[in-house]
């Protein structure tokens, strides 16, 4: 809900034209920000920024491409202002075996997850040191426990808590760094993957217990409402009915 702390403020959110990253686009109009949602499919991400109404704007913007990172801040600040929340949600999950065959999507990961992360993070930090920001990384439970399979797609949210855990010290008290690091959620991730028989195993397991990705919107909205002296610096969130 809309209140004098949070309404008018600007979050830009990358990853944001399916699942997590648009579940948090709605969650954080409904409390009062203008949000910029950045990822690849323009035509999803706009039809978004029309529902979304006034406050909302389109940015097609490749995670991997800091010259699209750079113009988008440039929109950003001329039509919403400056940022005060990003949210490197922008991530892709090609599990699979660790073999040659599989080396394009490695790569591609650790551009994508961690490296992306850190080109948005680096492009929108004055942004978001200019009057209390909040950097919001989405890592995931694969960032705490890794298992044959996950070794590319665990080293990128590994490598992101390492580095959001080092920023939360650098940035302090100017900037707040929270990482979530959501169990399995009902999105298309599983749906990219390549490697048949680990896309088979995935999408029966999250067919079976994954929560909404509304569920961990609602989680970074909160944590982001916080008073400017709390900050909840890492959520891990898994399903109920998820062990490991
Ligand atoms: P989705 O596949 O629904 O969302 C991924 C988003 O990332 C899409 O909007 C996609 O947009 C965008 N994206 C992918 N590649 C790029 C790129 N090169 N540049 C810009 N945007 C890109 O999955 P989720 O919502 O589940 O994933 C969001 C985040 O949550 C990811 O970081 C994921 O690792 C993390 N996560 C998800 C979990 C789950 O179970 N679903 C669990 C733990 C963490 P487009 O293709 O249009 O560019």
New binding site residues.
């Given amino acids: 809900m809309s209140n004098d702390t949070t309404h008018g403020r600007v979050a830009v959110i990358?990853?944001?034209?399916?699942?997590?990253?648009?579940?948090t686009a709605r969650a954080l109009v409904a409390d009062g920000y203008r949000v910029a949602v950045?990822?690849?499919?323009a035509d999803?991400?706009q039809a978004l920024a029309a529902e979304l109404g006034d406050g909302a704007i389109a940015i097609q913007?490749?995670?991997?491409?800091r010259d699209a990172l750079v113009a988008a801040g440039r929109r950003v600040h001329a039509e919403l202002g400056a940022a005060d929340v990003l949210v490197?949600?922008?991530?892709?999950?090609l599990l699979g075996p660790f073999t040659s065959e599989q080396r394009e999507e490695q790569r591609?990961m650790v551009?994508?997850?961690l490296l992306?992360a850190m080109t948005a993070t680096e492009v929108f930090l004055d942004q978001l040191r200019d009057g209390g920001g909040d950097l919001v990384n989405?890592?995931?439970?694969?960032g705490r426990t890794a298992r044959a399979g996950n070794a590319a797609?665990a080293a990128?949210?590994w490598g992101m808590n390492g580095w959001s855990e080092a920023l939360r010290q650098e940035l302090q008290p100017d900037i707040r760094v929270i990482v979530?690091?959501?169990?399995?959620?009902?999105?298309?991730?599983?749906?990219?993957i390549t490697h048949a028989e680990t896309k088979q195993g995935t999408e029966q397991f999250?067919e079976q217990l994954?929560i909404s990705?509304d569920d961990?919107a609602q989680i970074i909205a909160f944590a982001v409402t916080r008073p400017r002296t709390v900050s909840l610096n890492e959520i891990l969130v898994r399903p109920t009915a998820q062990s490991g």
């Fill in positions: 990358t990853g944001a034209s399916s699942g997590i990253g648009e579940a950045l990822a690849r499919r999803r991400l913007a490749d995670v991997t491409d490197n949600n922008a991530g892709v999950m591609r551009e994508v997850n992306g989405i890592s995931s439970v694969a797609y990128t949210k979530i690091e959501p169990g399995a959620v009902a999105t298309e991730l599983p749906a990219h999250y994954a990705a961990i």
